[in-house]
């Protein structure tokens, strides 16, 4: 029989997250008391206003087909939102409105990828820009942050992965599954290389609202004309408006780039979803009160959790300073409880602990495990003393 599928998908991998979190919903509705804390998404709805504002759009008729690119208005509320925040002037050929933020990479990388280009990854990375990558006919270069690093690569260490081929690297800041932000002066360096070597930047900044302890985020686009020249700016809606479900992101960047990935759109998807284009013009331009709740929400679960994580054997975490993950490296504890590996380890403690969290392999960081706390504290809580429990149960000597 005639081979059925491409070459291009045969190497693929299934979304860790999206696996251990389907599989957790489905003991869930089968009646097993299982706690997740897999996903990546904020577990409070979107904030009432923007519901209104997304059904009086189809009330009025706004139910049609918008430009490919994204709808006018909502391109001047995203260039409006990075002049305000950030201080980055951009016009409408410079923004792209995609079906979230994964979309927008997605598209990216199939107009500036030829086969063969390097992407430098820093790990642990999120789950999907390998893959992407890949898909493109790129090439994944991984570059590690090790835990004595806070998780984060230098500029040293990007040279050295830089070679002919390279076409880009990723940062992405506040990180997934870190939660770690790079620093102005770690950015600087890392703009200068660039510069130097003339790379794309792609600067995933999705979780830019969630920081804690007093860090603060800055875009390596901020940084001189250069880096604003070289960088693809990726955000979006979903983590900071809780509109995960919504699918609206955008590219701020290049005027040529964003014209190849609008023409790319054109072809595949005709336009983001436009009654989600509506709710996010009010996202950005209406009231951000119910932003900073749920950041400060996030904050408080941190506060309270990190020191019971901590406290569990075998368990050695950094406390990270955004987004709305902790990823303990867990080596001991899965060597002394008698496993071959992290994703054996979190295989069990699914089905004896019934708390659902994500190895670290599926980021390239096979000793750790990814929890999320963007759910109830009464929930964490109840997570980390079963994690616990369990860890203190099979403990060996």
């Not at 189809?58 to 990075?82: F, H, R």
């Not at 749920?294 to 019971?308: G, V």
């Not at 496993?339 to 994500?358: G, P």
Request: net charge negative.
């Amino acid at each position: 029989m005639t081979k059925r599928l491409a070459a291009r998908v045969s190497t693929l991998s299934p979304s860790t997250t999206l696996a251990i979190t389907a599989k957790a919903k489905e003991m869930k509705e089968s009646g097993i008391d299982v706690i997740g804390l897999g996903a990546g998404e904020p577990d409070y709805n979107t904030p009432e206003n923007i519901l209104e504002a997304a059904y009086a759009s189809m009330k009025e008729g706004k139910t049609k087909y918008t430009p490919s690119g994204g709808l006018p208005a909502l391109k001047d509320a995203v260039i409006q939102k990075l002049e305000r925040d950030q201080g980055l002037v951009y016009s409408r050929k410079e923004i792209m409105i995609g079906i979230g933020a994964k979309h927008v990479l997605y598209t990216l990388f199939q107009v500036i990828l030829d086969p063969g280009d390097e992407v430098i990854i820093p790990t642990p990375y999120w789950v999907s820009y390998p893959e992407q990558v890949k898909l493109a006919g790129g090439v994944p270069v991984h570059v590690e942050g090790t835990a004595a690093a806070q998780f984060k690569v230098t500029a040293e260490q990007i040279r050295e992965a830089i070679t002919a081929k390279t076409k880009a690297v990723i940062i992405n800041s506040p990180g997934n599954p870190t939660g770690m932000v790079y620093s102005k002066e770690e950015l600087q360096q890392i703009a200068a290389v660039c510069q130097e070597k003339d790379i794309w930047i792609i600067s995933d900044e999705i979780y830019e609202k969630l920081l804690y302890g007093g860090a603060k985020h800055v875009s390596i686009a901020q940084l001189s004309e250069d880096a604003k020249l070289r960088t693809l700016i990726i955000n979006g809606v979903s983590k900071s408006h809780s509109m995960t479900g919504w699918r609206i992101g955008y590219i701020a960047g290049d005027a040529e780039v964003v014209s190849a990935m609008t023409d790319l759109a054109s072809h595949s998807t005709s336009n983001p979803t436009t009654t989600s284009q509506y709710a996010a013009l009010e996202a950005y331009n209406g009231p951000q009160d119910a932003v900073e709740m749920m950041r400060q929400a996030f904050e408080s679960r941190l506060e309270q959790i990190y020191p019971k994580l901590s406290a569990i054997p075998g368990f050695k975490v950094i406390k990270p300073q955004g987004a709305f993950y902790l990823l303990p490296e867990v080596s001991e504890a899965v060597a002394k409880t008698g496993y071959a590996n992290v994703d054996e380890f979190a295989a069990a403690l699914l089905t004896e602990a019934k708390v659902a969290v994500i190895p670290g392999s599926g980021f390239g960081s096979p000793d750790t495990i990814r929890l999320s706390y963007a759910t109830s504290i009464e929930l964490l809580e109840e997570a980390v003393q079963r994690i616990h429990t369990f860890v203190e149960k099979n403990w060996k000597e």
